[in-house]
């Protein structure tokens, strides 16, 4: 019953089905592609730095803004969600391990492949992808590199993972809580985190059906997205973001989730609109799927189409705000403390509404017409994904990390990264906006001079915002090896829910016999 | 904490309230520039209008928001010493803040939808534009006028590696720059013959995809004349960021002097066509432009794939009168593969390959199709 992790090295984590040490692996394998998908990034910025091609070619310019984005957001944001989510879930619903541990290992463990093959496409002949994240056939297709068929196994592989995770999330959730852990006394983590799961799988299918009409249209004569076949470029648009756009709730979802626990806690105060809020984020998911065309005004839909886009999109905004005037809510009339989580969620909750509202903005079509693949789109979805996603995670590693390994980490270094990440982040992005509504298009290699003074003070602000993260690597790695011992159950002083009264550090088997929660 | 909660507010304002002072500057001289460009279009001026609101309101909520975090921050902090409260929740709070952002949305989708009746509305243009995206520079065509021409990038790849220094127009130069009249509504008709391209003039808020086998619309009409730069904006491969848009806009006699100049260099190209191609000459031709460009689905020697691809020996078509022929082949047939060639190939390209086409795998017509049949075909339309 209580026996530990394998003695053996290779054996504890190359055969675990422990969703502590599974967890685990999740977290710093998206960490290592965070730094990766960071590293292409510079790579970018440093091209841009000035006018003029001096450090790199166009094409692989091109593979690395396509590796940058699928990195990113394939092999960096979704599993450390994924990551949290195996570590946390259990401990909070009560529950001794995730529903399906064995499919818990494979989910985790074709990644790694997947990954692989990505990235060795760019020492093949040809070079790695370069049609953008989002892939529009026929560039993607009939323009393609050969190595495009190796991009499409690996989003296969990628796609089954994310499902067998979903499914085991659902699966733990829905047979595994502890006795009168009832669906509405979930924490809101718990909650967002199951609506992701079934967002997952019902849009994964779907991208794995748009790269497999790929495939079918390079290797085997058909015409899905080929109008001289009689196909339609068009339609893989649509099939993408149907995908695409869910996607994005995706990654955001989960992140949603880590603030509301975290704000309660440091605000020692319950979440305000417990309920409204898990309405919002089922309201959000259901719009999600019926708002994809907002990529596209410019496709020349008929106008009824794009009308009914721009009136859907602009919707979202209202369970959005909700959030955020719940979360608002909840910090006013606390007893607030700022430490490093609650700096990166505070940040996270500023910071993500004002990606919401050039969000608000984008949905206005006859204004997209001016926005759309220009820079004002990049800082759009930087401010909700990196300000959003990303610092949501770096949060919820500060808060849990002290549970985890029973180490407590330097608060100095903590709230040192987060400002240099908070200004970097913002002398970054900041001026993307002011680069897109100036004129200066997503995707370029190089640009007129008109743009060269924004271009560089984006890349300083890129360069700093990269030092910040191997920052976060040194704390995390100090606090794990030399981090103050603490054995205090609660961690923080206001923190609520099961996984608070376990024990500090988490032992390796955790609610053997189910809590009982009143 | 607030000090550090004030320098947050004001670096987080201080973007936005830039933003705001600085008004729309006309494209061209964009340094340091922060804000879209009003542009010279009924269009853009909407485009740019909407815009503006939405800045407004998003400022207004913005600043009440945040202003009320940074109040809850500055007084609501342990370390003054207060205790927390523990209410939490509300339905009144929450139905209120429902419904009022709600009702924000709809008066709000009242500019936006006129603003995009705008922008669709491309009926009767007095002059149709025919821009198609190419890998990686733009064709013009001006319809039912015979002229039509390439727009490519005229920096030098010296200006761009470093080796000489990058000119005032540095990427926003092109050998022939798109000509259109002062007020005249101007319909682009834009398709793209590769890959996706996406056609953008930032002054006349004209950004339309530029895809394969479809035409988008898109309109400008204004009494503004000057030269309007713009850009290609679908990743369309290695040289996306080098394929400018650059519009002339000129006063409408110069405009007819251009255009009358431009149809005479067009007559002199035609001429040169115009001479007796032998019978061998057009085979050998013909044989090397069906190799390309129509084996592919008619298969090498005519037979096609049946049920998908209509054979070409004993074709009523190809051996029916020479007319049916030359326009499917300049017209396509719409909704299926057969796509038109009139813009992929010259007219000698065309006569070639049908030549070819009635007098191999068996079909036999014994006559001869010259260039200037297609030619007269094509003004015929
Ligand atoms: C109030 C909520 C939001 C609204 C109304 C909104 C609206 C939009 C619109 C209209 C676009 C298309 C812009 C264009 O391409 O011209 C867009 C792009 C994008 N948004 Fe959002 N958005 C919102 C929140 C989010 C969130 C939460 C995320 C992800 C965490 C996100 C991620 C993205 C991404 C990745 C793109 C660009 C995709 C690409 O073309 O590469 N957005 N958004
Ligand atoms: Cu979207």
Known sequence: ?518 | MSKRARALFLGLLSPAILLLVVGGASAEDAAWNLNMPRGVTEVSQAAYDIHMIMIWVCTVIGVLVFGFMFYIMFAHRKSRGVTAANFHENLTVEILWTIVPALILIVMAVPATTALLKVYDTENPDIDIKVTGYQWKWQYEYIGEGVKFMSELRTSQDEQYGRAPKGEHYLREVTQPLVIPANKKVRFLITGNDVIHSWWVPDFAVKRDAIPGLFTAAWAKTDQPGVYVGACTELCGKDHSRMPVVVEVKEEAEYDAWLAGKKEEAVIYQSTIGKEWTNQELLAKGEAVYAVSCAGCHQAAGEGIPGVFPALVGSSIVTGPVEGHIGILINGVAGSAMQSFADQLSEVDIAAVIHYKRNSWGNDMGDIVQPVDVLNYKQNQ
Not at chain 1, 326 to 341: D, H, I
Not at chain 1, 424 to 453: C, E, K, V, W
Not at chain 1, 462 to 490: C, E
């Open chain 1, 1 to 518: 019953m209580a026996h530990g992790p394998s003695e053996n090295f290779f054996s504890r984590w190359l055969f675990s089905t422990n969703h502590k040490d599974i967890g685990t692996l999740y977290l710093w394998f998206s960490f290592a592609m965070f730094l990766l998908g960071g590293a292409f990034a510079m790579v970018i910025r440093a091209e841009l730095f000035q006018p003029g091609m001096q450090l790199i070619k166009p094409e692989f310019f091109n593979q690395m803004t396509t590796m940058h984005g699928l990195v990113m957001v394939f092999g960096a944001i979704m599993p450390a969600f994924v990551g949290l989510a195996n570590w946390m879930i259990p401990m909070m619903i009560g529950a001794p391990d995730m529903a399906l541990p064995r499919m818990n290992n494979l989910s985790f463990w074709i990644l790694p492949f997947a990954f692989a093959i990505l990235v060795s496409t760019l020492f093949m002949e040809g070079g790695g992808p370069n049609f953008g994240w989002t892939f529009y056939a026929p560039l993607s297709t009939t323009y393609a590199p050969d190595t495009v068929n190796y991009f499409i196994f690996g989003v296969h592989i990628m796609g089954a993972s994310s499902i067998m995770g979903s499914i085991n999330i659902i699966a733990t959730v829905m047979n595994m809580r502890a006795p009168g852990m009832t669906y509405m006394k979930m924490p809101l983590f718990v909650w967002t985190w199951v609506i992701t799961a079934f967002l997952l799988v019902a849009v994964m299918p779907v991208l794995a059906g748009a790269v497999t009409m790929m495939l079918m249209d390079i290797n085997f004569g058909t015409s899905f997205f080929d109008a001289a076949g009689g196909g339609d470029p068009v339609l893989f648009q649509h099939v993408f973001w149907f995908f695409g756009h869910p996607e994005v709730y995706i990654i955001i979802l989960p992140a949603f989730g880590v603030v509301s626990q975290i704000i309660p806690t440091f605000s020692r105060k319950p979440l305000f609109g417990y309920s409204s809020m898990v309405y919002a984020t089922a309201s959000i998911a259901f719009l999600s799927f019926i708002v994809w065309a907002h990529h596209m005004f410019t496709v020349g839909m008929p106008i009824a189409g794009e009308l009914y886009f721009m009136y859907a999109t602009m919707l979202i905004a209202v369970p959005t705000g909700v959030k955020v005037f719940n979360w608002v809510t909840t910090m006013y009339k606390g007893a607030l403390t700022f430490e490093t989580p609650m700096l990166f969620s505070i940040a996270f909750v500023i910071l993500f509404t004002f990606g919401g509202f050039t969000g608000m903005m984008l949905s206005i079509a006859a204004a997209d017409t001016q926005y759309h693949d220009t820079y004002f789109v990049v800082a759009h979805f930087h401010y909700v994904m990196v300000a959003g996603a990303v610092f949501s995670g770096t949060a919820a590693v500060y808060y849990w990390l002290p549970k985890w390994c029973g180490r407590m980490y330097d608060e100095t270094m903590g709230k040192l990264q987060f400002w240099i990440a908070f200004i970097a982040f913002n002398i970054t992005f900041m001026p993307q906006h002011f680069l897109g509504l100036a004129g200066m298009p997503r995707r370029y290699s190089d640009y007129g001079l008109q743009f060269a003074d924004w271009n560089m003070v984006s890349s300083i602000g890129a360069f700093m915002y990269g030092g910040a993260q191997l920052l976060f690597l040194y704390n995390v790695i100090r606090t794990i090896g030399w981090g103050k011992p603490i054995s205090d159950p609660k961690v923080w002083e206001g923190a609520e829910g099961l996984e608070w009264t376990l024990p500090t550090p988490a032992p390796f088997h955790t609610f053997s016999t189910p809590p009982v929660v009143k």
